[in-house]
């Protein structure tokens, strides 16, 4: 089964949208598994959440995502909606956050992803019946949608505008380090167990080399480089020089052996 045919799956399943609290009220969870997006009253659009959170009133609120998507104004939304709220906002991808779902992640003030875990971005899409005036409007809205969807990664995001862009364009899914590496998450958890996500096929062709990869190579130094303070030093010049002359008198004495 390739993402693709998982993505619809995924978004065949229910929905699960709700908040748990701790004993003392201070910590409340906000589970958002499956599709994003609804109608007015249903609990996993932007209406149902806002309902939910009006009531929360909590220091902390860790945000658990496994969704493949959905409605990319719901997700807009509910990220603002959790980036207004006092409360600190923690958000744990627990199986991937794709499409709206990212843009949610993004709102967290700390972004959490178990290392068999994953994010996928990608340009807004639509399905339209119309004729060419229809189709040249539609492309001309998505395209401002495209520049709404791209400011919500921009803050995090280590690198360009265009190299963002470019990884829009190519619908990139991302691994914890890579996430990391591109500041759209800031730290690669122990592995979970994935809920109602399907492992892909092993015999899957590995992705050849692409942007998204020499990008992750730009930034991932850059992403798990220490403070100075915490860097070991470097050994005497002298030390090192010591130790290639010893290993080059070895490698002499192992030839002159053979020689025999």
């Known amino acids: 089964m390739n993402w693709k045919e998982e993505l619809k799956n ?14 003392d009220k201070k910590e409340v ?5 499956g599709p994003i997006g609804g109608f007015l009253f249903s609990d996993n659009s932007a209406q149902g959440i806002k309902r939910q959170l009006q009531n929360v009133d909590a220091e902390t609120i860790h945000v658990h995502i496994n969704s493949p998507g959905g409605s990319a104004f719901d997700g807009v939304a509910i ?4 980036k207004q709220h006092k409360a600190e906002i923690i958000v744990h991808i627990d199986g991937w ?10 709102a967290g003030d700390k972004i959490i992803m178990p290392e068999n875990t ?13 004729n060419a005036a229809t189709f040249e409007k539609t492309a001309s809205d998505l395209r401002k949608i495209d520049t709404s969807l791209a400011a919500s990664y921009k803050k995090r995001f280590v690198g360009e505008d ?9 619908e990139t899914f991302l691994t914890a380090d890579e996430a990391v ?4 998450a800031d730290v690669v958890g122990e592995e979970i167990e994935i809920k109602d996500l399907e492992d892909l096929d092993n015999d899957e062709e590995e992705e050849p080399e692409n942007f998204k990869e020499s990008l992750v190579a730009k930034y991932a130094a850059q ?38």
Request: glycine share 2%; hydrophobic share 40%; aromatic share 6%.
């Open 118 to 130: 994953m994010m996928m971005i990608h340009r807004a899409s639509t399905i339209k019946i119309g």
């Open 29 to 33: 969870k906000l589970y958002i598994y």
């Open 10 to 23: 995924m978004m065949n399943k229910k929905t699960d949208i709700r908040f748990e609290t701790d004993d």
């Open 97 to 106: 956050a794709a499409s709206a779902a990212s843009v949610i992640a993004m």
């Open 79 to 82: 990220a603002n909606q959790l």
């Open 181 to 184: 590496a591109f500041g759209l």
């Open 162 to 170: 265009s190299e963002l862009n470019q990884l829009l364009d190519d």
């Open 223 to 260: 992403a798990q480089k220490k403070p100075e303070d915490q860097q070991q030093p470097e050994s005497p010049p002298d030390e090192d020089n010591s130790q290639l002359k010893d290993n080059a008198k070895i490698f002499e004495d192992f030839l002159n052996a053979l020689k025999k």
